[in-house]
């Protein structure tokens, strides 16, 4: 099986960087940490309204016939199918890389992708809004929008993150701290994004969508400009020709053009029928399960047992994000409706302070956590990684405790205090922390260099499983319910979670060999 050249040769071999460092990291973790940042401005300006914008534009059918309660449901389920395909197009994205097209090609055909998505989801709140089309109408443009934005995540997301992989050697003690500043970036971009949301649901949806685009061409335009600075990472495999005739004689990117265009429009269809998605979840997990078990099998006893580490974490991982990601859906939805959002008189835009808490901790709290690793690494003491994600689900399930309590008190009183909502995220970002840079960092350590695209999409594609099974669920579950339940049960779940995740510790650390 072919494989990236950066990857195949020996560590000794490996192609060096040019000469020169910044703040003690190879000067291209930050044409990456820069890339990431603005691809993620783009992602998140949209993401912050899209739950909202659902329930008031796309579904405003709905909500007038059956009330806002079940059109929120129903976007949750929708967002769900959106987070599923958009992480699950990771694994092909990661697949295809490896074996077509190497990171770099990737980057910028989701890049592209990407931007076309976001100007199409303009185009669409710019016709609503001006009256030209009722809400509804052009549902499938929306749709179709958030195809494009799948299909495009697919190819972008999991490949730059390898990339900032292989800058370093695996025993490396910087790669975790690499991980950390690399997740730092993204949420710089995040932060930044919250405003472009707040100030769509203030003035006008399509700005969220319109910044989005131009933040994408701002992405793709740094990462070409920074190029040499990531030498010979992320080239194609050896051997391996876009023009060259594939197995079906047919040009290699011929099939690739043609998979595109099949895959936009049929997932943008399917996220808007979300319970075939969720059956579909099923399917693809149960394929992607058996072929890693397959390359287990096929693998050296090293290798396999940490193939096996990769495998179960990514359950755990299923877990975390699935619950994790409520923040753009349910809690979202939560705020909206249960949390007093005044401040010193001012009532603030639900988008804004909702995505804004998160990657602000984040930018305050990234580098803490990494010297934190570092300084117990050099102590030898520091936590091996299934502990980190022990603790994670378990500060996650703290922060579900806390929104629990503030929908009791919107029972009682018509509106939670807006501290429910801020200690909540923070024990949401705390756990994040834990689980996100060092699970990434995890899977470039111990998958084989061979398959590091494959199971870096599997990282991903974890989320994706989870996603769509907690939107086809907890939607409908609020609905019915309302949120204080809800949240109770789901911090039920997480805890019990960690503490079997901390009991298999360890098992893991065994198969793991060595490796942190």
């Known amino acids: 099986m072919s494989s990236n050249r950066a990857e195949i040769v020996p560590e000794s071999q490996v192609v060096e960087l040019p000469p020169g460092e910044l703040f003690g990291?190879?000067?291209?973790?930050?044409?990456?940490?820069?890339?990431?940042?603005?691809?993620?401005?783009?992602?998140?300006?949209?993401?912050?309204?899209?739950?909202?914008?659902?329930?008031?534009?796309?579904?405003?059918?709905?909500?007038?016939?059956?009330?806002?309660?079940?059109?929120?449901?129903?976007?949750?389920?929708?967002?769900?199918?959106?987070?599923?395909?958009?992480?699950?197009?990771?694994?092909?994205?990661?697949?295809?890389?490896?074996?077509?097209?190497?990171?770099?090609?990737?980057?910028?055909?989701?890049?592209?992708?990407?931007?076309?998505?976001?100007?199409?989801?303009?185009?669409?709140?710019?016709?609503?809004?001006?009256?030209?089309?009722?809400?509804?109408?052009?549902?499938?443009?929306?749709?179709?929008?958030?195809?494009?934005?799948?299909?495009?995540?697919?190819?972008?997301?999991?490949?730059?993150?390898?990339?900032?992989?292989?800058?370093?050697?695996?025993?490396?003690?910087?790669?975790?701290?690499?991980?950390?500043?690399?997740?730092?970036?993204?949420?710089?971009?995040?932060?930044?994004?919250?405003?472009?949301?707040?100030?769509?649901?203030?003035?006008?949806?399509?700005?969220?969508?319109?910044?989005?685009?131009?933040?994408?061409?701002?992405?793709?335009?740094?990462?070409?400009?920074?190029r040499n600075w990531i030498a010979g990472r992320g080239l194609p495999p050896a051997g391996a020709r876009l023009l060259g005739r594939g197995r079906l004689i047919v040009p290699n990117v011929v099939l690739l053009l043609a998979g595109i265009l099949v895959f936009i429009p049929l997932a943008g269809w399917l996220i808007s029928q979300p319970e075939y998605v969720q059956n579909l979840a099923k399917i693809i997990g149960i394929v992607a399960l058996a072929y890693l078990l397959f390359e287990c099998w096929r693998a050296s006893r090293q290798e396999a047992g940490r193939m096996v580490v990769i495998i179960i974490l990514c359950v755990f991982s299923m877990i975390f994000w699935g619950f994790f990601e409520l923040q753009g859906s349910t809690i979202i939805r939560f705020a909206d409706l249960q949390v007093n959002m005044f401040v010193l008189g001012w009532e603030m835009p639900t988008a804004w302070v909702a995505n804004f808490i998160n990657p602000f901790l984040i930018i305050a709290l990234a580098l803490p956590f990494s010297w934190l690793w570092v300084w117990l690494d050099r102590h030898n003491c520091e936590p091996s990684t299934p502990v980190k994600f022990g603790l994670g689900l378990l500060q996650l399930a703290a922060g579900f405790l806390i929104f629990w309590l503030g929908a009791l008190q919107a029972q009682h009183s018509g509106k939670a205090h807006l501290a429910f909502l801020l200690v909540g995220i923070l024990l949401f970002t705390t756990g994040e922390l834990c689980v996100s840079p060092v699970g990434l960092s995890m899977v470039t350590k111990l998958a084989p260099a061979r398959l590091v695209g494959v199971f870096m999409g599997m990282w991903?594609?974890?989320?994706?499983?989870?996603?769509?099974?907690?939107?086809?669920?907890?939607?409908?579950?609020?609905?019915?319910?309302?949120?204080?339940?809800?949240?109770?049960?789901?911090?039920?779940?997480?805890?019990?979670?960690?503490?079997?995740l901390l009991a298999l510790t360890p098992l893991l650390k065994r198969l793991m060999h060595g490796i942190k």
């Open 25 to 226: 990291h190879p000067k291209g973790l930050f044409v990456l940490f820069s890339t990431e940042l603005w691809e993620r401005f783009s992602f998140y300006s949209m993401r912050g309204i899209l739950t909202l914008y659902m329930v008031s534009i796309v579904l405003a059918k709905l909500a007038a016939e059956r009330g806002t309660e079940a059109a929120g449901g129903r976007a949750d389920q929708i967002y769900g199918a959106y987070l599923g395909f958009v992480y699950s197009a990771t694994f092909l994205g990661g697949m295809l890389a490896d074996r077509l097209l190497g990171q770099r090609r990737a980057i910028y055909i989701g890049g592209v992708l990407m931007a076309l998505a976001h100007f199409c989801l303009t185009t669409h709140a710019m016709l609503i809004g001006q009256h030209l089309y009722q809400p509804g109408e052009l549902n499938a443009l929306f749709f179709v929008g958030l195809g494009f934005l799948a299909c495009g995540n697919g190819f972008f997301k999991p490949n730059i993150s390898t990339i900032v992989g292989t800058l370093y050697r695996p025993e490396d003690a910087r790669r975790d701290a690499a991980f950390t500043i690399f997740y730092m970036g993204i949420n710089i971009g995040a932060m930044v994004s919250s405003f472009s949301s707040g100030a769509a649901q203030k003035w006008g949806w399509y700005l969220a969508y319109l910044l989005a685009g131009i933040g994408m061409i701002v992405s793709l335009a740094i990462f070409f400009a920074g």
């Open 460 to 500: 991903f594609l974890s989320s994706a499983l989870a996603n769509v099974v907690t939107g086809g669920v907890v939607g409908p579950q609020t609905e019915r319910y309302g949120f204080a339940p809800v949240f109770l049960t789901i911090a039920a779940i997480v805890g019990g979670a960690a503490l079997v």
